[in-house]
């Protein structure tokens, strides 16, 4: 089993920077894939950002270039940084894990079986 909490959620302008955190408990955390989605009101949850357990790391187009996935397996910790905010990319931002055996399934919610219980961002124009 895996728990997952995440935090450095909060207020910023536009153009500013926030750094999301999410901390994982559990012995087999360095197997799984970790992931990033948001959901803003009214819309469905999507897919932001993955990374591997060797590294590998995949980003919606939305934010190519602007947020930077990463992990820290002695730490069990997985980060996302976020730059350059734009006011489209408020939403609550959700922290996932799963056994995922191909890249191909990074992108699918379903395909991850353990959530954090979410963070908000928000950013003013």
């Known amino acids: 089993q895996v728990q997952l909490v995440e935090s450095g959620g909060g207020l910023v302008q536009a153009g500013g920077s926030l750094r999301l955190s999410c901390a994982a408990s559990?012995?087999?955390?360095?197997?799984?894939?970790m992931g990033w989605f948001r959901q803003a009101p009214g819309k469905d949850r999507e897919f932001v950002a993955a990374?591997?357990?060797?590294?590998?790391?995949i980003y919606a187009d939305s934010v190519k270039g602007r947020f930077t996935i990463s992990r820290d397996n002695a730490k069990n910790a997985e980060y996302l940084q976020m730059n350059t905010l734009k006011p489209e990319d408020t939403a609550v931002y959700y922290c996932a894990a799963g056994l995922l055996e191909r890249s191909s399934w990074y992108w699918s919610a379903e395909k991850y079986d353990h959530w954090g219980q979410g963070t908000q961002v928000t950013v003013s124009s």
């Open positions: 990374i591997s357990w060797s590294g590998s790391t």
């Open positions: 559990g012995r087999t955390y360095t197997m799984y894939t």
